[in-house]
Protein backbone atom coordinates (compact mmCIF):
# COMPACT_ATOMS: atom_id res chain seq x y z
CA UNK A 1 0.00 0.00 0.00
CA UNK A 2 1.04 3.37 -0.94
CA UNK A 3 0.98 5.21 2.11
CA UNK A 4 2.32 8.26 1.38
CA UNK A 5 -0.05 8.84 -1.79
CA UNK A 6 -3.59 7.80 0.90
CA UNK A 7 -2.12 10.36 2.80
CA UNK A 8 -1.48 13.17 0.02
CA UNK A 9 -5.50 11.92 -1.80
CA UNK A 10 -7.83 11.31 1.27
CA UNK A 11 -11.13 10.12 -0.76
CA UNK A 12 -13.66 13.51 -0.02
CA UNK A 13 -16.30 12.19 2.27
CA UNK A 14 -19.01 13.47 -0.12
CA UNK A 15 -17.50 12.20 -2.92
CA UNK A 16 -20.19 12.25 -5.72
CA UNK A 17 -19.54 10.13 -9.00
CA UNK A 18 -16.66 12.06 -10.80
CA UNK A 19 -14.61 12.63 -7.92
CA UNK A 20 -14.73 8.98 -7.32
CA UNK A 21 -14.12 7.79 -10.19
CA UNK A 22 -10.63 10.04 -10.90
CA UNK A 23 -9.94 8.86 -7.18
CA UNK A 24 -10.09 5.26 -8.23
CA UNK A 25 -7.68 6.32 -10.96
CA UNK A 26 -5.42 8.17 -9.90
CA UNK A 27 -5.24 5.10 -6.72
CA UNK A 28 -4.74 2.56 -9.70
CA UNK A 29 -1.56 4.13 -10.77
CA UNK A 30 -0.10 5.10 -7.67
CA UNK A 31 -1.29 1.79 -5.58
CA UNK A 32 -2.77 -1.54 -5.85
CA UNK A 33 -4.09 -2.14 -1.99
CA UNK A 34 -7.17 -2.51 -3.31
CA UNK A 35 -9.22 -3.57 -6.96
CA UNK A 36 -11.47 -0.56 -8.76
CA UNK A 37 -15.15 -1.88 -7.66
CA UNK A 38 -17.32 -2.77 -10.21
CA UNK A 39 -19.66 0.64 -10.62
CA UNK A 40 -16.25 2.58 -11.53
CA UNK A 41 -15.08 0.21 -13.96
CA UNK A 42 -18.66 0.40 -15.54
CA UNK A 43 -18.65 4.22 -15.22
CA UNK A 44 -14.97 4.36 -16.87
CA UNK A 45 -16.39 2.40 -19.58
CA UNK A 46 -18.91 4.46 -20.40
CA UNK A 47 -17.35 7.47 -20.21
CA UNK A 48 -14.76 6.06 -22.63
CA UNK A 49 -17.29 5.22 -25.04
CA UNK A 50 -18.91 8.64 -24.73
CA UNK A 51 -15.40 10.38 -25.61
CA UNK A 52 -14.56 8.50 -28.53
CA UNK A 53 -18.27 9.10 -30.02
CA UNK A 54 -17.51 12.68 -29.41
CA UNK A 55 -14.15 13.58 -30.81
CA UNK A 56 -13.00 10.40 -32.26
CA UNK A 57 -8.88 10.67 -32.86
ZN1 LIG B 1 -4.16 2.15 -2.15
Known sequence: M???W???HPM???ANRQQR???HIAHAE???CRDMPE???RALADNQQ???T????
Open 50 to 52: ADT
Open 39 to 41: SVK
Open 21 to 23: IEW
Open 12 to 14: PKN
Open 30 to 32: ACG
Open 54 to 57: KKPS
Open 6 to 8: HDA
Open 2 to 4: NRV
